[in-house]
């Protein structure tokens, strides 16, 4: 079983739509999470980090189930420019060791 | 601010070549991770220096690549004897510590002719 596990997609989705990934993770003693977006040949850019509370950044929406392992992220009100890829990150180990990055979800909104 | 600095972004090179790539991370950052992507693919760890601790080399793919991190600073990535497998683009990144969030360079595109 892979450390991070995400839907590859692609997602199509009509601008305006609301979108949500999920991302398992393996490691319970996980502590950290990530998300980052990645646009075509571009390098990675953070796009938010994930609480434990869940935490919101204008349509953006991040979760966390520790109990399931899984986290999660929605966009609502989908633009053309949220077309990307979105990569789940998790630290492993508690602190102890390097992230570890899924492999992507890509998500592609259409006019 | 300056960010992750990658040269050169583009190399293209033939078959049993030597390349080396210099990664130039954020300063004060302690952490510096060397990644590799292939085209529509994930990305690949290679390597990672955290302060003066010795790297976690569990990501290098053969015995051809190496790392470097002089000074707690600059890196070099050196790949000896190409092969055309690997043609990627090699992306550097760096963090305060091992666990927050990383920032990544432009990367360099490598091509093996």
């Known amino acids: 079983r892979k450390e991070v596990e995400q839907d590859p997609g692609p997602f199509n989705v009509p601008e305006g739509a609301t979108v949500a990934f999920n991302c398992t993770y393996s490691?319970?003693?996980?502590?950290?999470f990530f998300w980052y977006r990645q646009d075509c040949r571009k390098e990675p850019k953070l796009l938010m980090s994930?609480?434990?509370s869940g935490n919101e950044d204008g349509r953006f929406t991040a979760q966390l189930n520790r109990a399931s392992q899984y986290i999660s992220l929605l966009i609502r009100d989908s633009k053309l420019s949220d077309s990307a890829t979105y990569l789940c990150?998790?630290?492993?180990?508690?602190?102890?060791?390097?992230?570890?990055f899924g492999a992507g979800t890509r998500l592609a909104v259409h006019p | 601010g300056a960010g992750v600095s990658q040269s050169p972004s583009n190399k293209v090179t033939e078959k049993g070549k030597d390349v080396e790539l210099r990664c130039d991370p954020i300063?004060?950052?302690?952490?510096l991770y060397w990644y590799r992507q292939s085209l529509g693919q994930g990305l690949e760890f290679l390597i990672y220096?955290?302060?003066?601790?010795?790297?976690?080399k569990s990501g290098l793919p053969s015995d051809r690549f190496s790392a470097e991190r002089t000074g707690g600073s600059v890196s070099t990535l050196t790949i000896q004897r190409t092969q055309q497998e690997d043609s990627a683009v090699y992306l550097c990144?760096?963090?305060?510590?091992?666990?927050?969030?990383?920032?990544f360079g432009d990367g360099t595109r490598l091509s093996i002719l």
């Open positions: 994930v609480y434990s």
């Open positions: 990144a760096s963090s305060e510590t091992v666990n927050q969030p990383q920032h």
């Open positions: 220096f955290q302060g003066n601790s010795a790297p976690d």
């Open positions: 490691n319970s003693a996980s502590q950290s």
């Open positions: 300063s004060g950052h302690t952490a």
């Open positions: 990150v998790v630290d492993p180990s508690g602190g102890y060791n390097k992230l570890i």
